[in-house]
Structures are given as structure tokens and as C-alpha cells.
């Protein structure tokens, strides 16, 4: 029968989904044998119900009252219980990781009478109280609402009443009036306190963890990485081990290598004497863990044994919370450790050549966004000079920013487009919009595992955290560097994350080593030949190639140097920019006589352009499109003409060329532009135009060959939306390829069509019947499809739709495949029933996305284009795509290869 609860040893294999991540990964550690605090899990089912019916379901009630029985009859301990009291931890699981999101509570069961049973069995009353006032606190905040200030300031009040350093320094009395005054500010601002019945300390802090689906914080992660709303979350009860027992007790966070660099080795932090979330709340700067070979020899050599265990189990880089109790070692979590881009690039090249895992499985494990950042500029050690303060180099990348000190400054000034630094004590779990707003974030405390390390690497964000000596005071809003003025809010830095460095003002960056390897520099590095290995994988297992959209011989050059196999997309109207408008303007609105001037000109202007590009793609594939911006794009402005006309006139000698000029200028007036003159309409409106730019084309193809020089040339009509449009213009083309041929060559040249109108979509197999190849616009289809103007939508739509929900990231920006992407599948299906060998290429910018470059493949493109920097990401994605289609290589959590696992013991 189906249970809204499940103990962490119930037998089969643990349903991620439905028991959470963490969840199942406790449930594998019990499988494994390791020695993991028992408990159950509240499963993501109940948490959907509860959310959609704002109820709990029937039957959970039972479920819970059955395994919190079962848990104290295995533990001899009892809720409540004066004798010997059961202490529970409730923590939240989802299914994908939202890392400091969703609250932890420690201690649940204790009140003012199982405190003393827990001081009398552990014979130790300052621990007991400790616990307590932890409670008090994480009840006080994640239950309840109480501010974290609130309880912050209400420590620091009675540390200085009592002339205490610090909370270690505090008593059993002390931690006693901790607890009263914790739980008089409960009821001052959250109108209510600790329950004293642990029941419902244990319900209230379940139901909390359920409401925290919804909180900001969580909304703001999931729109951030793309995680279903409606999944819901889990939660974790086990009995509480306790790491606050002194010095022969300790917690930690153990990392199998390195997160920053990928290094195998002994990472992680270990703070004596602390319970839970100390460590990776950075309250407290930990001590590296190898040092806890010299604390506790057993407990550090049994860990070691069980990270090489988990690492060949999860073949991944294992993150591994962990408890001493009294010297006896306990397993609290593991999980599949978020790393840096370059780590995750390292990682996977590394796994392949330790044999852990194939190439296939290295490759998507690795992201076109991770490859993305490793081709970020870094910043110029040179010329950024001494740095002003020095931290650990929690995640990579320089950014540049004025520093801000709260999460709403940071919020507030980059919605006004600034750069900005975040610069805190320690992040918490309030402070993530503050870093989604960021470039950078600083902290004083907490090293690279603490919580702002962990969520600025999963994000790309860099961060320095831990720069010892950093004062920051909130009245004054300035920052210190042991007592010294170092900054004031405001002021610009320039942080690097990859050295820990931060810098005052504005400093340059330099291209980063991967890219200096992609422009063909000898850089020698494990991260570059890692990035090397993964790529040329990618290129042997992708199915669909890769081109690029570039206008220049220099960008064409960058595009094959990064790995392009041709030119996607040429824009001829980027030809006429500035000055060169007029050509265009000449021909639009000029007499007849002087229009042919304008396209000697015109042809003469083009034919030198296209030999360039042709020569630089050397014999790959150009394909250059005819012009396409709407016609007002080349004219003149129509009020400013207007304008000067009207003066003119008013000063009593008017000016008739300029008054002709507006007049033709007012006759190709169009309210809606972008659905106006432009692409295939122009050309049929202007079929001069057409016949210009096709000889100037075949001329530069003409011109190559008498050089000796291969070329490969096609010729692409944009905005097309029926067949019959493209056969007028097939027939322009065809008339200047005579003329070349009758006077210099036949040049061979391929004519095809864009696809980025509805209707050219919906009739893509008459129009491949005209057509040599295809072309996705998505772009445009996007725009045409949801009818939004792609030019404004972002600026003010878009971000409400984004807010509201309605959508999870901007349709421009990845690929909307319910809607634009089925018209793309629809149009490479129709194409091929009437052609089926003929090329479909994509050459929007969803082509470079890695977000949608699988979905793309996945309908049968026959190659993506996209601008030059974005070739190495789609060929990475590409490859990635290839793999995933062919069913994912074996997940990582159901294969229990153990051979290690005898000897963890
Ligand atoms: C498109 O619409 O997708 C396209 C590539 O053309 P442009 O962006 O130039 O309109
Ligand atoms: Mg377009």
C-alpha cells in the first residue's frame, strides 16, 4: 500500500522523486551499510497534496504516528519522554537541489522538562541548554518568521551583558537565559512561542519545511534554474546526533576533490564542537580537514575510507556532511557535489581516465552554460596591482561592481542596470535574490563550503568568502579590513574569484585560458586539456553541425578557428550600416535613372564584401541572405525630414529636392515595419535589388575561382512564406547568374529559403519543393508565432510574464517547444516529405542556446548557426544531445558496484 512516509532502511530501490534527493541518498547510505542516524522521510507526495488541497492527506497522520513508534522503539528513546529523551532534526529534500533554500530544525523535543533529562543522561547540562537555545532559535526563525537579526542582536546583547566573547564562552546559566529571553522574543514578534509538546513542535516544523515550497526565496531558485514549480518537497526526520559535545565531538563537510579546481585530494572544513549547520553557515571559520587526522586519527581514517567508497559507488565528486559524536563518526548526508565549471570539466575528463565512467557519460556531465563560463574574461593580475584584501577563492571569474551591503540594495540598483557586489558578513538563505542580482559576492566568515560558497558555484556567481579581518557596519554602510577603512558602499571593485583577490576600482580582463586555447595559443593546462578531450568527443559523437552567423572575414575567421564548418548566416543589411544606408535609401526612392547608379554602386560594394567571406571560409559553406531589415531602416527619419522641409518653407525658400525626398519618404511610411517592406517582400517589390546582391555574389564566387580559390556559395531569401515568393525571387537570381555566366563563369550556388513565418512553417513541404535548403528563423518565428515584437517584449512583457509565473525563461531566449518549437518540428517533417534529403539548418539565436540546442537536434536540423563565440558551446551541446537520445548512460544512483564498501566497516 502506497505511504506518505518511509524509513530510511525500507527495502528497493529509493524513488528520488517521491522521497526527495536527500531522501533517497540517505536511504542508498543505509543500503551501503554506513553508519547513518535512523529516521524516516515524509514523501514529496504529501507535500503536493498539502499544497494543492492546503491540507495534510488522509492517512499521514497514521503513517507518521507508525514510524515515529518504530524510530523510538529502534533508538530506545522517546519524544516527549522525561527518561530519556528522543531529539529529532526536521530538514526539507526536493527532488533537484536547492542548496540553503529550505530551513533545517534541530532538536525538536526539547522543552523546559526533557532539557534536564538530556542534561542528566548526557551528564552534561551545558550541552543540554546549548541544544536548547538552539531550538529556541531555529524554531523562532524558520517556524515561526522571527527575524534572523532579531535573534542575532538579542545574542550579541547578552554576550555584552555578560562580558562573554562569544556563545562558547557562555555557561549552562548563561545558555539558560539565552533560551527565556529566545522564547519572550518569539512571542513579542511572532505572537506565539516554542510549543511546549513536541509533537507539535515536530508537526508545526514539518508543515513549515511544506510552506517553504512557496517562500520567495525557493520561487526565485526554482525560476532561476528552471525547477518545476508544482514538484514539491520532501522532509527528512532522523534522530539528532550530536556533534556540540565537546572537543572529542565535532561536525564537518568532506569533499572527495577539489569543487573549485576538480584536484583529488582531502577538501572540506571540520569545526569542533558544533552541531549542524555551523559549518556551512560559515558562523564559525572551520579548520581545513585534513587537520582532523590530528584530532581524531579513527574517526578522519574511517571517513577517508568511506569518501573512496562513496566515490566509486556515485563514480562523482561526493559532497559528505558529517557528525562526531564522542568520537564515533556519523554519516548525515551525501550528495553529488556542486562544483565550478572548471572542476566539473576537470572532474569529468579525470573519471574518464581513472576508468570510473565513459566518455559518453563524461560528456553530459558537463554543460554548454559551464563552457560558457570558462570562456569568460578574467581579470589582468598585471594591471590590477596589488589587491586590497585577500580571501579563499570560493567560486571563479572576475567581475567588476559597486559594492552594496544588503540583498535589497543589490536588488534595487541592478534593476536599475548596475553592476553590483554583494559584500556580507556570511550569506544566508534570505540573501539569494541579493546574489541572483549580484556580479560577485564578498564574504567575511565561512570558507569555500559554507552557504554562500556552495550556492555562488552552482550559480557561476564568483565569490571570495572568508576575508579574516572584514568589518561591515550597516550604520555607517562602510567596510573594514581590520579596523582600516577599506570601502564604502558604492565604490566600484573588481573581484576574482579564482585567486580570492578583491581589488579597488575598475580593472581590465584578460581572455581566459580556454579561450586563449580555442584562438590557437599552446596553453598547457589540466582544465584546457580536459575542455580539449570533452569537445573533440562531442565533435566525434554529434549529429548535427555546427556553423556560424558572422559578416565579417575576421568573424568567419574566429568561427573556424573555434570549430564552425561554414557560415550559417550572413546579414547583408549589416553591410549597410552608418554612411552606407544611403545605397539602399538611393534605391528604394530615387528616379529610375539614378537608382541604376546607386546599384553599380551597390553591386560593386557587395561583390568586394563577398569575396572576403567566401575566401575566409575557405571552400566550407557561406550562406548569404538577402537583405532583410524593413525599408524605414535605410531611409531617412520621416519627422526630421518633415521637419527640415517645414523650415524651409517658414523661412520663405523651400527646398524641393528635400520636399521630393519626404514625399517618398511618407509613400513608404509603414505602421507596423517589422510586417511591412522587408525580406522576400522587398525582394519581389524590388527584384533589382535582388538581382544586384546575387551578382555580387556570383561575381565574388567568379572572381575566387579565376584565383584558384574554392568557394561554396548559397543564396538565402528571408520572411518567405509561400512557395510561389520564392519562385519569383528564384527567378531574379536565375537571371543574374546568366548574365555572370554569359560573362565571366557559371558559378554553381545552392538558393534556399528562411523558415520564420508561421505560414512557411505550416507549408515547409511545398516551399522545399522550390527550395535547395532550409533555414529556422526562430527568431522571427518566435516573434510572428506569439506575436510579441521581439525588439520590445523583454524590456517590459516578458519580465512580468516571468514574475507571474506564465513563463520560466524568455521565449527568445531558449526555445518555446510547445508553441515555435512544434511549428520548427512541423516544417523540418513537411520539408522532408516532399525532399527527404534536404538540408533544414537553424540560424536564430536559439541556436547557440544550450537550453535548446538538444530539442533542436532532436527534430532533425541538419546543422545550428549561431554567432562565432557560441560555436564551441554548441558543438559541446550537440555532442551532449547525441548522447542523451541515445537513453542516458546508467544514473548514477542505481548502480551498486561496491567492491569498496567491505572495508568501510
Ligand atoms: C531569425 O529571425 O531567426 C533570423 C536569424 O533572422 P534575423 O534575426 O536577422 O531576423
Ligand atoms: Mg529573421
New binding site residues.
Given amino acids: 500500500m502506497n505511504s506518505y512516509v518511509y524509513s530510511f532502511d525500507a527495502p528497493g530501490n529509493p524513488d528520488r522523486d517521491l522521497l526527495g534527493g536527500k531522501g533517497a541518498e540517505l536511504a542508498r547510505l543505509v543500503q551501503l551499510g554506513l553508519p547513518v542516524p535512523p529516521g524516516f522521510t515524509v514523501t514529496t507526495a504529501a507535500c503536493r497534496q498539502v499544497l494543492e488541497q492546503g491540507c495534510r492527506p488522509a492517512g499521514m497522520a497514521g503513517d507518521l504516528a507508525h514510524h515515529l513508534a518504530l524510530l523510538e522503539e529502534r533508538t530506545g528513546l522517546a519524544l516527549g519522554g522525561v527518561e530519556r529523551p528522543l531529539l529529532l532534526a526536521v530538514r526539507s529534500g526536493p527532488a533537484s537541489s536547492m542548496p540553503g533554500l529550505m530551513d533545517t530544525v534541530l532538536d525538536i523535543g526539547l522543552n523546559d522538562e526533557t532539557v534536564v533529562a538530556l542534561a542528566r543522561v548526557s551528564g552534561d547540562e551545558r550541552f543540554a541548554w546549548d541544544c536548547y537555545r538552539r531550538l529556541v532559535q531555529m524554531f523562532g526563525e524558520t517556524v515561526l518568521g522571527v527575524p534572523a537579526a532579531s535573534f542575532a542582536e538579542l545574542t550579541e546583547t547578552l554576550l555584552a551583558d555578560r562580558g562573554a566573547t562569544g556563545i562558547p564562552a557562555l555557561g549552562a546559566e548563561g545558555l539558560r537565559e539565552l533560551v527565556e529571553r529566545g522564547k519572550t522574543l518569539c512571542e513579542v514578534v511572532a505572537g506565539r512561542s516554542l510549543p511546549q509538546d513536541p509533537r507539535k513542535q515536530l508537526d508545526l516544523a514539518i508543515d513549515a519545511v511544506f510552506a517553504s515550497w512557496q517562500g520567495e526565496r525557493a520561487r526565485l531558485y526554482r525560476r532561476r534554474f528552471g525547477i518545476p514549480e508544482h514538484l514539491g518537497t520532501a522532509v527528512n526526520v532522523q534522530a539528532m546526533v550530536f556533534g556540540n559535545r565537546g572537543a572529542t565531538s565535532g561536525s564537518g563537510v568532506a569533499f572527495t576533490r577539489d569543487p573549485v579546481t576538480g584536484e583529488l585530494g582531502d577538501y572540506g572544513e571540520y569545526l569542533t564542537d558544533a552541531q549542524g549547520e555551523d559549518v556551512v553557515s560559515g558562523a564559525r571559520t572551520a579548520v581545513p580537514l585534513a587537520r582532523l587526522r590530528d584530532i581524531d586519527l579513527p574517526s578522519y581514517r574511517q571517513l577517508r575510507s568511506i569518501m573512496c567508497a562513496l566515490e566509486h559507488h556515485y563514480r562523482d565528486l561526493c559532497d559528505i556532511e558529517f557528525t562526531i559524536e564522542d568520537g564515533r563518526l556519523w554519516i548525515l548526508q551525501t550528495r553529488v557535489g556542486k562544483r565550478s565549471p572548471a572542476a566539473a570539466f576537470r572532474i569529468a575528463a579525470d573519471l574518464v581516465e581513472e576508468g570510473m565512467i565513459t566518455e559518453d557519460e563524461a560528456l553530459v556531465r558537463v554543460t554548454g552554460d559551464q563552457l560558457t563560463q570558462l570562456m569568460f574574461p578574467q581579470l589582468d593580475e598585471r594591471s590590477a596591482g596589488r589587491a586590497v584584501a585577500v580571501g579563499l577563492a570560493a567560486s571563479p571569474g572576475a567581475a567588476v561592481g559597486r559594492v552594496v551591503l544588503d540583498g535589497a540594495t543589490a536588488v534595487a540598483l541592478a534593476t536599475r542596470g548596475e553592476d553590483v557586489v554583494l559584500v556580507r558578513p556570511e550569506t544566508r538563505a534570505d540573501d539569494v535574490p541579493g546574489m541572483v542580482a549580484a556580479r560577485a559576492v564578498i564574504t567575511a566568515r565561512g570558507g569555500r563550503t559554507s552557504h554562500a560558497a556552495i550556492v555562488a558555484r552552482g550559480m557561476g556567481l564568483p565569490a571570495v568568502c572568508g576575508v579574516e579581518g572584514l568589518g561591515i557596519d550597516m550604520d555607517t554602510r562602510r567596510v573594514s579590513l581590520n579596523g582600516q577603512r577599506l570601502f564604502a558602499e558604492g565604490d566600484v571593485i573588481t573581484v576574482d574569484g579564482g585567486s580570492g583577490k578583491v581589488h579597488h576600482g575598475h580593472h581590465r580582463t584578460v581572455p581566459s585560458d580556454v579561450t586563449r586555447w580555442l584562438d590557437g595559443e599552446a596553453v598547457e593546462s589540466p582544465l584546457v586539456a580536459s575542455v580539449s578531450r570533452l569537445l573533440a568527443h562531442a565533435d566525434r559523437t554529434r549529429r548535427v553541425g555546427v556553423r556560424a552567423n558572422a559578416d565579417s572575414g575576421r568573424d568567419i575567421a574566429r568561427a573556424l578557428r573555434y570549430g564552425a564548418e561554414g557560415v550559417g ?1 550572413v ?1 547583408t543589411e549589416r553591410m549597410f550600416l552608418g554612411d552606407r544606408r544611403t545605397y539602399v535609401e538611393r534605391v528604394l526612392i530615387d528616379s529610375d535613372s539614378e537608382r541604376e547608379a546607386a546599384l553599380r554602386e551597390l553591386t560593386a560594394l557587395q561583390r568586394e564584401s563577398f569575396a572576403v567571406l567566401l575566401a575566409a571560409a575557405d571552400g566550407r559553406p557561406v550562406t548569404i541572405r538577402l537583405l ?1 531589415a524593413p525599408a524605414h531602416e535605410f531611409l531617412p527619419d520621416l519627422t526630421d525630414l518633415a521637419v527640415r522641409a517645414e523650415s524651409a518653407a517658414a523661412r520663405g525658400c523651400p527646398d524641393e529636392s528635400l520636399q521630393a525626398r519626404l514625399a517618398a519618404v511618407r509613400r513608404h511610411h509603414e505602421a507596423n515595419p517589422m510586417t511591412g517592406l522587408r525580406g522576400v517582400r522587398l525582394a519581389i517589390v524590388r527584384p533589382e535589388l535582388v538581382v544586384a546582391q546575387a551578382t555580387a555574389a556570383f561575381e565574388a564566387a567568379a572572381e575566387l575561382r579565376e584565383r584558384g580559390r574554392p568557394f561554396d556559395l548559397e543564396l538565402m531569401v ?1 520572411m518567405v512564406s509561400s512557395a510561389a515568393e520564392l519562385s519569383v525571387v528564384a527567378a531574379s537570381v536565375a537571371r543574374a547568374a546568366e548574365d555572370v555566366a554569359a560573362r565571366r563563369d557559371r558559378v554553381p550556388y545552392r538558393l534556399g529559403a ?1 523558415v ?1 513565418t508561421p505560414r512557411a512553417a505550416v507549408t515547409a513541404a511545398r516551399i522545399a519543393e522550390v527550395s535547395d535548403f532550409l533555414s529556422l ?5 518566435t516573434q510572428l508565432t506569439w506575436g510579441l515584437s521581439r525588439d520590445d517584449a523583454e524590456r517590459s512583457i516578458l519580465p512580468r510574464y516571468l514574475d507571474e509565473g506564465l513563463l520560466r525563461v524568455s521565449p527568445f531566449a531558449t526555445i518555446d517547444q510547445e508553441g515555435v518549437g512544434d511549428l520548427a518540428a512541423c516544417a523540418v517533417d513537411g520539408a522532408r516529405s516532399t525532399r527527404p534529403s534536404i538540408p533544414v539548418g537553424v ?2 539565436e536559439h541556436a547557440g542556446d544550450p537550453a535548446s540546442i538538444g530539442f533542436l537536434a532532436g527534430i532533425g536540423a541538419t546543422y545550428l548557426s549561431c554567432s562565432p563565440f557560441r560555436v564551441p558551446v554548441a558543438r559541446l551541446e550537440a555532442g551532449r544531445a547525441a548522447v542523451l537520445a541515445e537513453g542516458c548512460p546508467p544514473d548514477r544512483f542505481d548502480e551498486l558496484d561496491l567492491p569498496f564498501l567491505a572495508a568501510v566497516g
Fill in positions: 548566416l546579414r532583410d528571408p528562411m520564420e528563423g526562430t527568431n522571427d518565428l540560424c536564430g
